[in-house]
């Protein structure tokens, strides 16, 4: 196989250009499937709902749906409903995320439930969910409409357990890699994945798409936890060290605490317990983890995990389609550079 991530060391500009070419009269289509179907006669839900919807985000997800779909040269139009309920079920999510994180920032922009509060951002994130179930249905796909469900219980289990390791200092690194493969790769994985199922694509090449979108994934939510410590709020979107402040066991902090001395191992249990929360502290954090090169091996594994999302496309045909889906594991890995 041809493409393999050395790449990432020479290229250093990646974008996600050649991906939104790509996909660009379909994404018209699936943005005009998300603009009527998140209406309602309640004023507030599309109001709500458009805040987030509208507010800069790339789409990568259900992007990924439709250049999968290019892939392998399906030539229907179920997945512009498929990839719409994809961007549901996000955005659902991100709303519920930032009620339980408490944020205050998305996207550079102040959260939804900061400016209507957090029942009015739950109750509009359920209502996504079950929009994102009707678009399933007329897809008439019953494998698509498993796979997506499916990845949707998978997020909320995600949640749930990263919920109850937040200020848990002993949170092994294999628990951090099951919470974001739930939270975060899970989706991509079911994104990609519906695409071969949409096109009657074989049991391989659905796996073969899972992979990638599987790995891709963990490496995006690997770089994100690394952007953390290494960037600031307006690269980021959000408030520089929200991780920290919220007792966040990432994988930067796990590397850092098991290769602390006492002192800074006494400092990382008083931080993550929240005792740590100021300025000064995150500051602090943010030399101990350069220090035992926390962020480095962090970055070192997105790179591993992009390295499989690349090589598990290996057997599709070279052509744009493929040339764009390696560039988007690049993108997605130079963010934190």
Not at 24 to 37: E, Q
Not at 140 to 146: D, T
Not at 217 to 223: D, K, M, S, T, Y
């Given at each position: ?48 709902a458009g805040h987030l919807i509208a507010g800069g985000g790339k789409r990568m997800r259900p992007m990924l749906t439709l250049a999968c779909a290019k892939l392998i040269g399906y030539g229907g139009t179920r997945h512009h409903l498929l990839s719409a309920a994809v961007e549901f079920i996000h955005t659902a999510t991100l709303l519920h995320d930032d009620v ?238």
């Open positions: 196989m041809t493409a393999t991530l050395h790449r990432l060391d020479k290229r250093t500009d990646p974008s996600l250009d050649p991906l939104m070419a790509l996909v660009a009269d379909d994404m018209n289509r699936v943005n005009a499937v998300i603009l009527d179907r998140m209406q309602s006669k309640i004023p507030l839900i599309p109001e709500l339980v994180d408490g944020s205050d920032l998305r996207r550079g922009k102040r959260t939804a439930n900061i400016i209507w509060g957090n029942p009015a951002s739950v109750l509009v994130g359920d209502f996504l969910f079950s929009k994102s179930f009707e678009l399933m249905v007329e897809a008439e796909s019953l494998k698509a409409l498993r796979v997506l469900s499916g990845a949707s219980a998978v997020i909320a289990e995600g949640e749930v357990n990263q919920l109850t390791a937040i200020r848990r200092i002993d949170t092994p690194e294999d628990r951090y890699l099951d919470i974001i493969g739930a939270k975060t790769a899970a989706l991509f994985a079911a994104a990609c994945r519906i695409a071969a199922i949409v096109a009657d694509r074989s049991d391989a090449d659905e796996a073969a798409l899972d992979a990638y979108g599987r790995n891709l994934g963990i490496a995006f939510q690997l770089v994100d936890d690394a952007i953390d410590y290494v960037s600031d709020a307006d690269t980021m979107g959000k408030d520089a060290g929200d991780d920290f402040r919220e007792g966040k066991m990432t994988l930067p902090v796990i590397l850092a605490y098991a290769r602390g001395d006492e002192e800074s191992r006494a400092f990382w249990r008083d931080a993550v317990s929240g005792k740590r929360a100021s300025d000064a502290d995150l500051a602090h954090a943010i030399t101990l983890i350069r220090s035992t090169r926390a962020v480095d091996d962090t970055l070192a594994r997105a790179r591993h995990y992009g390295q499989r999302a690349i090589d598990a496309i290996g057997r599709f045909p070279n052509g744009p389609a493929k040339d764009a889906m390696i560039e988007a594991v690049e993108f997605a890995i130079r963010r934190a550079y």
